[in-house]
């Protein structure tokens, strides 16, 4: 939350904007950050999922219900870390603003996979990325 509170100083970012990004443990916070911080507009988790073993006050499955934001997440489909089914169902997000893609892997979604469907899911909710004018 911090770092939002920074990027709102900067003049050269659209605070107005914002996407959570994790991977792996990170993913894992998905299912929290964004419930918290209304700042966040979209999220993009990369091998995210459920934990299950938490103290209540950092327990995914007491957040996961409130993240409303369009939400995508790419999931290896033989991912033994984290149970990314339950999560993206628990999700609050509406039906037509959540997707979840599977993937021939472990944990380890292929990076060029994960780079084409971020942007596509970042341009369909912010706009395709404009040029900088100077």
């Known amino acids: ?12 970012i659209d605070s107005k904007k914002l996407c959570y990004s994790g991977f792996s ?7 929290i950050i964004p419930a918290i911080d209304e700042r966040l507009k979209v999220s993009i988790l990369n091998a995210g999922g459920m934990w299950g073993f938490a103290l209540p006050e950092v327990n995914q499955i007491n957040y996961v219900s409130r993240v409303k934001i369009p939400t995508l ?3 290896g ?21 959540k997707r979840l893609i599977l993937y021939d ?4 979604i292929p990076l ?11 341009d369909k909710y912010f706009g395709p990325v404009k040029p900088r004018t100077r």
């Open 25 to 31: 443990w990170g993913g894992h916070y998905g299912a």
């Open 73 to 75: 997440m790419l999931n």
């Open 112 to 122: 060029n996979e994960c780079i084409k469907e971020s942007i596509k899911w970042l």
């Open 77 to 97: 489909k033989y991912d033994l870390l984290l149970s990314f089914k339950p999560m993206f169902d628990l999700l609050g997000t509406p039906a037509a603003d």
């Open 1 to 12: 939350r911090r770092s939002i509170d920074y990027l709102e100083t900067r003049p050269d």
């Open 105 to 108: 892997t472990d944990h380890i």
